[in-house]
């Protein structure tokens, strides 16, 4: 039932705090004009600007206000709304908005004048860049949007608003270039994100998990970055952004695997050096997913494959050990996640302590002791730093990583072989929005490959990838063509 706001400021005072609950963070202030006009003020404390609540809209209504008709005339603020039912007030005030009851009069003013405290613009940490913009998003929804709408000022840019969760009343926005986008896509988050009935969205990773394509996928089929930049790319190649309130992490779509091992870098630096440090992140992937199983695998079943010189000396490294190989790599490796864990969740200081002591002390302790042996040191190692090569993919490595230490453990080469292959089957065979996931190397296509593993110049750019757009292809002019 619909419950229109009352004459009565007493009636209207008991119903909002009855929408409210009785919470003890509504401020009502009630107080009269100089002619003896009524008023009420509501609000959310913390959620305004105090300053300019009494500055701007108190002290003149006190002194000027003579009927509720003037207070256009009397109040200098752009954007205020007359509502007539108590849900739209008990919806706007949550968002920053002040409501103006006044005496004898059934409706209401609502004023947004929303003010409250923000992260500071910062580089991202998980995204550091050595040339390009250092700026990242932060957890205001409306910043984030005029970080974007600062990279591209075209009128062709879209943001479609959403309120997502029936309790947390979460801000989420749509954002892509009418005439660039690609309309199925466009159309597929949209269903998707209108067929989600939650009671709360506290971080875009609820969204990501519930309108992607594959949720058993150990990859995720949806991009996530921090950097304004980065979403202004994929948005000019024809892709939807959703933006998340309280969240500097924001979604892309559709996206393709070769994304993981590109940065936003590789844009800013010469083609060729982009190549080597795409050919480098590539390598790295491989290696942490593959370095201990195959130690495993090597030092297990084909003993005959390692050179001579360097088995004596691996044989001498594991004399004494009492583990086999795997169990040893996997107790390496399930303690290298320990010390990444619990470096992260401590406070910083703490956490390189413990990294430290973890990474040095206990590693050389455990050698000297003969529980593990020096090679195994070294390649968990030298996983963990090739793994940080590619951040976007960690989760998905970490698991691969110990499906193949027990295939190598178990039946060596063969099932890494094997485990290997469906690894790539199942990347390959996946769908981001009905867009082929392996694109532009499975499909294969001539245009997208000069932005794959092998960086073109710019020059040569000319078209947008085909997966994304069909219709508006082309992106630039061949400047240099003779």
């Known amino acids: 039932m619909v419950k229109l706001i009352s004459k009565g400021l007493k009636s209207n005072k008991e119903q909002v705090k009855s929408l409210f609950n009785n919470t003890s963070d509504l401020v009502i202030y009630e107080f009269e004009t100089k002619s003896n006009l009524k008023l009420m003020v509501c609000y959310i404390e913390g959620f305004i600007d105090r300053d300019l609540l009494d500055r701007d809209i108190i002290k003149p209504m006190i002194l000027n206000l003579d009927r509720d008709k003037d207070i256009n005339k009397i109040l200098y603020v752009s954007g205020m709304e007359e509502v007539s039912t108590l849900q739209e007030v008990a919806d706007k005030m949550p968002y ?6 006044i005496d004898k009069v059934s409706k209401c003013y609502i004023i947004n004048i929303n003010h409250w405290k923000k992260r500071a613009i910062e580089e991202p940490q998980a995204e ?16 984030n949007k005029a970080m974007l709408r600062r990279r591209i000022r075209s009128n062709d840019l879209v943001f479609e608003d959403y309120i997502m969760g029936k309790q947390t009343k979460t801000k989420i926005s749509i954002a892509y270039i009418q005439g660039i986008v690609n309309e199925k896509a466009l159309e597929e988050v949209k269903k998707r994100i209108d067929n989600i009935d939650i009671d709360g969205v506290l971080e875009s990773g609820y969204i990501e998990q519930l309108i992607e394509d594959s949720p058993t996928s150990l990859i995720s089929t949806i991009g996530d970055t921090q950097k304004p930049d980065v979403v202004a790319g994929k948005l000019l190649e024809g ?64 003993q005959e494959m390692i050179p001579t010189v360097l088995l004596i000396t691996m044989a001498g490294a594991r004399e004494g050990i009492p583990f086999p190989a795997a169990i040893e790599a996997f107790l390496m490796t399930l303690m290298l996640e320990l010390i990444k864990e619990s470096g992260i969740r401590l406070p910083r200081a703490v956490g390189s302590a413990v990294s430290i002591v973890g990474a040095l002390v206990l590693g050389q302790a455990a050698v000297e002791a003969g529980i593990v042996s020096a090679p195994m040191v070294i390649v968990v190692a030298a996983t963990a730093i090739a793994e940080f090569a590619v951040p976007s993919l960690t989760e998905a490595i970490i698991i691969y990583r110990f499906i193949l230490i027990i295939l190598g453990g178990f039946m060596g080469l063969y099932a890494m072989t094997c485990g290997l292959i469906v690894i790539i089957v199942q990347i390959i065979s996946l769908e981001s929005f009905n867009v082929p996931y392996g694109f532009p190397l499975a499909p294969g296509d001539k245009q997208g490959l000069k932005d794959s593993v092998v960086r073109f110049p710019l020059w040569t750019l000319i078209f947008r990838p085909k997966a994304l757009e069909k219709r508006n292809i082309r992106r630039q002019r061949n400047v240099r063509k003779k």
């Not at 920053?96 to 009851?101: M, T």
């Not at 550091?128 to 910043?143: M, Q, S």
């Not at 590789?266 to 080597?276: E, I």
Request: with cysteine; glycine share 6%; charged share 15%.
């Open 96 to 101: 920053g908005s002040v409501a103006i009851f």
């Open 128 to 143: 550091a860049v050595v040339r390009g913009p250092k700026e990242g998003f932060i957890e205001d929804i409306t910043t």
């Open 239 to 302: 892709r939807v952004a959703v933006f998340c309130d309280g969240t500097p992490h924001i979604l892309t779509m559709p996206k393709f695997f070769i994304e993981d091992i590109q940065t936003s870098e590789d844009y800013y630096s010469r083609p060729f050096y982009a190549t080597f440090l795409r050919w480098l992140r590539i390598f790295c992937l491989f290696l942490s997913i593959v370095l201990p199983g195959l130690y495993v695998a090597l030092q297990t079943f084909h």
